[in-house]
């Protein structure tokens, strides 16, 4: 178990990151603020790495202790109810700690050279200090508030580093777009915080697991009687919070201010929006998996519908995006999709918990190969000053190390082994297969057009046409490429760390059977989509546009995104403004302000009836003095004796 | 009847009410003051009566008059005072013309 | 109805009317005359109450000074020979009725009250009496409130000469600046 002070100090490192940056920054550190956030977080990332070590390899056989390490009790509302500020050290924390610190440090790195003479370096560094620092901490809640409380945090870091280019106003508007939507979705959030709370009389995370799950105790038999429309507050608690990790993670219907959110800085787009805090909302329900499978039948149902719908439709949208961060934010919103539903047919415990096991090995692989590619766009997009894949092709000349990891990453992210986003998705396959045919033909589907649209986007961007450029001189530092090709590294390799052994629902690992007949075909759908995305766009061709004309139809409405910006724009401006924003400002102008004015108006009129009293002629006010002596007189002599 | 107390009494409060009466109805300042000095008159009327008819082994009531006496004359020479510096700013000295204190 | 009873009720009457009479005459220097006859009225109920010292203070002092010193302020104010202004009727009734209402109430309750005399023996309030115990400084000497008034004789004079010359510099200034050309 290690230490609580090591603990402490991996979330402090960035924010002291942030606090020095952001205060003095501008003054002092203008040019050396990206060295110092780098040095800070690469000392917390090797405290991250330390720790994780000892806690995976020291544990006694398989039994992984789940332990607050630190716990501060802030508010205290009852004996056993209290909001506290504590740190849990267990699997799933541990797991996510390397993740969200190792991705951050490669884009710290990254930015060195990619934000190179920006006006605000140190504002940029303070504000990805600040996100790593409300991430850590979100990962290392011990106090299901406390998450919450984080997870504002993630969300503000997340609109301030959307609206960096707050010159641009699309980049506002995308921020805003971001931080409302899922603002909204805490809403939810929220209310299902308060019901949890209110079943399981705790907020602390290990007690409500406990005290839900207990079978013999009063709660699980309150819990299960006392229902709402038919449902018991539990599953209401659960399906609630749930809706706030699908707002962060940009699961249908709420998925739409993803795309949007590429208008920030690519070096964000990789650690916020692909690596980190969309997968906020896949921690969320792992974190509280055992009162998810516990509430099974109607929560992880919800859970895993919406994770494959999300899949499938980002999956089809992204075959026909032109912008390169576009297909990408599609791409991630896919896997994520994934990583939902392979909880969500997750049982818990043992053999039945291999699809929690897979979707954290998935957002493991996943958060390098994302990453990858972006950092890996990002060259790109730096390179040709665009970011249509249109005005692009040819690239391999220019960019050979970009060409290569990005190659990995494609890759990794088909499923083609060795690498590793071929295991993670093989073990998400199997749960799949084992609980719910459904989803596992939709899964199936959905790796074949994975493969199909990031190969698209590899030949669109390195094969194809040859793209005539002004300035063909490559701007790859060594602070550029060599997170990429650690990246890449990673994404080779990890497919081999058996995964289920550390990372698991209950303690116990899954038997993770490599069943050769039940991969081949996963990875031969996948070969066919690369060979036909090859044949579409390795050489230019008027092959795509002839497809396209041909199924008009459908090509229109992926292109549009299947209109949901459209559909929510609708309810909102025709529907909620109308019907329900419009009666609220009358009421709130007409009456509640015309009672404050009533007030003032009243007190007004007495006032003006009430200054004659004060006429400046002496001998009126001599008359009410004797007028009060008398009056006086009398009540005492009469009334009160 | 043989006067008493009561009487002197009766004779005290009259008067000290017609000064009040002055004191409400006056348009003049300086009758104002006439006014203010039958009030003070009638208090030391009650003051001496009091002394002679229920405490006659003490003088307090005959000291006190004294008092008032003086007070009264340094009083009337004050308002006197007022009376003619408002004069020289107002160029009257009804009651009604000094407002200054309105609101 | 003896001899001091008679020269009580007339004494009384005096001042009663008298004080009616300066309070409701149009004529400043009327009310001015009637005050003083009430002044005397009520002087003559302190000889009538064998208090002469006290008697012989209220006409000194009230009557030769107070009402001197109001004719002179009438006259500094031109006001002697014109009728004054009316009040309002409304003023009028409401002040008699509300001071018929206090007089009524006061009345009733020095009515209802019983004084108790004390039994000891009278002193006597002969002016040495009166002049011993003023200046005492024993047990019931009044040394101090005799201070205490001469130094508030001295701060009402300082007061009006400040007052009153204040008001002559002003005039006397604006004649001056009319006067001169530079100042």
């Known amino acids: 178990m290690p230490q609580a002070i090591i603990i402490l100090l991996i979330p402090l490192l960035p924010l002291l990151g942030f606090i020095l940056l952001g205060l003095f920054g501008k003054k002092f550190f203008k040019n050396s603020s990206g060295l110092i956030a780098c040095l800070l977080l690469f000392a917390a990332t090797l405290l991250a790495f330390y720790a994780a070590y000892e806690y995976f390899t020291n544990a006694a056989g398989l039994d992984y202790p789940r332990e607050v390490v630190l716990n501060y009790t802030w508010l205290r509302f009852s004996d056993t109810l209290s909001i506290d500020m504590g740190l849990m050290v267990d699997q799933l924390s541990m797991m996510m700690v390397v993740v969200v610190t190792f991705v951050s440090l490669m884009v710290h790195i990254y930015s060195l050279a990619y934000m190179k003479g920006e006006e605000r370096f140190p504002t940029y560094y303070s504000f990805l200090s600040l996100f790593t620092f409300s991430m850590l901490g979100l990962v290392l809640a011990s106090n299901l508030f406390q998450i919450y409380i984080f997870w504002e945090l993630v969300g503000v870091s997340s609109f301030l580093l959307i609206g960096y280019y707050y010159e641009k106003p699309s980049a506002v508007a995308a921020c805003k777009k971001a931080f409302i939507v899922t603002r909204f979705a805490d809403l939810g959030f929220l209310i299902g915080i308060l019901v949890l709370a209110g079943v399981s009389d705790t907020l602390d995370i290990n007690t409500m697991i406990a005290t839900v799950t207990a079978p013999d105790s009063s709660h699980a038999t309150q819990l299960l009687t006392s229902s709402f429309l038919g449902i018991s507050a539990i599953t209401w608690g659960a399906v609630l919070v749930f809706m706030g990790g699908a707002g962060k993670s940009a699961m249908f219907p709420l998925h739409i201010w993803l795309p949007d959110a590429m208008e920030g800085p690519t070096p964000v787009s990789a650690l916020i929006h692909a690596a980190t805090m969309v997968v906020a909302g896949v921690f969320l329900v792992a974190r509280l ?207 081999f760390i058996p995964f289920g052994k550390y990372v698991n629902s209950d303690g116990r690992p899954p038997e993770s059977h490599f069943d050769l007949q039940f991969s081949m075909l996963p990875v031969a759908i996948g070969l066919a989509g690369i060979f036909i995305a090859m044949w579409l766009y390795k050489k230019e061709s008027e092959r795509p546009n002839r497809i396209a004309a041909s199924l008009y139809g459908l090509y229109k409405v992926s292109y549009n995104k299947f209109y949901i910006d459209e559909i929510w724009l609708f309810i909102t401006k025709k529907i909620v403004f109308n019907l329900v924003g419009r009666p609220a400002a009358w009421f709130d102008r007409n009456v509640v302000d015309g009672m404050v004015n009533l007030t003032g108006e009243t007190t007004e009129f007495i006032s003006d009836k009430i200054k004659k009293l004060q006429s400046g002629k002496i001998q009126q006010y001599a008359i009410f003095f004797l007028a009060g002596a008398i009056g006086l007189a009398l009540l005492f002599i009469y009334v009160w004796k | 009847m043989e006067p008493g107390l009561y009487h002197i009494l009766f004779i005290s409060a009259a008067l000290f009410f017609i000064g009040v009466y002055g004191f409400f109805t006056r348009r003049n300042l300086i009758t104002l003051l006439m006014s203010i000095e039958l009030i003070l008159n009638s208090v030391n009327l009650n003051f001496v009566a009091f002394n002679k008819y229920l405490w006659p082994n003490r003088m307090d009531g005959v000291f006190f008059s004294v008092f008032i006496i003086a007070i009264a004359a340094a009083e009337a020479a004050v308002a006197i005072a007022i009376i003619i510096n408002l004069y020289c700013s107002h160029r009257s000295i009804d009651v009604e013309t000094a407002e200054e204190l309105k609101y | 109805m003896t001899g001091p009873t008679i020269i009580f009720y007339l004494l009384a009457a005096l001042t009663l009317a008298s004080g009616i009479l300066s309070v409701t005459t149009r004529q400043i220097f009327r009310a001015a005359i009637y005050l003083l006859f009430s002044l005397i009225g009520v002087a003559g109920i302190y000889f009538w109450l064998e208090y002469q010292f006290i008697a012989a203070v209220q006409i000194v002092v009230y009557v030769g000074g107070i009402v001197v010193l109001i004719i002179f302020s009438i006259f500094l104010t031109q006001q002697a020979g014109e009728k004054m202004a009316r009040q309002k009727v409304g003023r009028k009734i409401f002040s008699a009725l509300a001071v018929f209402l206090g007089f009524a109430l006061t009345m009733l309750q020095v009515y209802e009250h019983q004084f108790f005399e004390t039994a000891e023996a009278p002193v006597s309030t002969s002016i040495r009496e009166i002049g011993t115990r003023m200046l005492g400084t024993g047990d019931e000497g009044y040394a101090l409130p005799f201070e205490v008034i001469s130094i508030l004789l001295l701060a009402a004079m300082i007061g009006c000469i400040v007052i009153a010359m204040r008001v002559k510099e002003t005039s006397k200034t604006e004649q001056g600046t009319s006067n001169k050309e530079v100042s």
Request: hydrophobic content about 50%; overall charge neutral.
């Open chain 1, 289 to 495: 998996f055992p009162i998810y499978a516990l509430t099974a039948d109607v929560a992880l149902d919800i859970v895993a519908y919406v994770g494959v719908i999300s899949a499938v439709l980002a999956a089809i949208i992204a075959c026909t995006q032109t912008d390169v961060k576009r297909v990408l934010a599609y791409s991630t919103m896919s896997q994520i999709g994934f990583m939902m539903f392979a909880l969500g047919v997750s049982g818990y415990g043992g053999e039945a918990g291999l699809g929690y096991t897979a979707s954290q090995f998935h957002l493991f692989t996943h958060a390098m190969f994302k990453a990858l590619l972006f950092l890996g766009a990002g060259v790109v997009i730096h390179f040709v000053h665009n970011n249509d894949i249109k005005e692009m092709g040819g690239l391999r000349k220019y960019l050979p190390v970009t060409h290569i990891t990005f190659l990995i990453a494609c890759l990794a992210i088909a499923g083609i082994p060795p690498f590793a986003g071929f295991f993670s998705k093989e073990e998400i396959l199997l749960a799949a297969y084992q609980n719910n045919q459904l989803i596992y033909w939709l899964a199936l589907f959905t790796s074949g057009l994975t493969a199909y649209y990031m190969f698209r986007l590899y030949f669109s961007i390195f094969w194809n046409k040859e793209v005539s450029l002004q300035n063909t001189h490559s701007h790859s530092s060594p602070a550029m490429t060599i997170p990429l090709v650690i990246l890449a590294t990673g994404a080779g390799l990890a497919g």
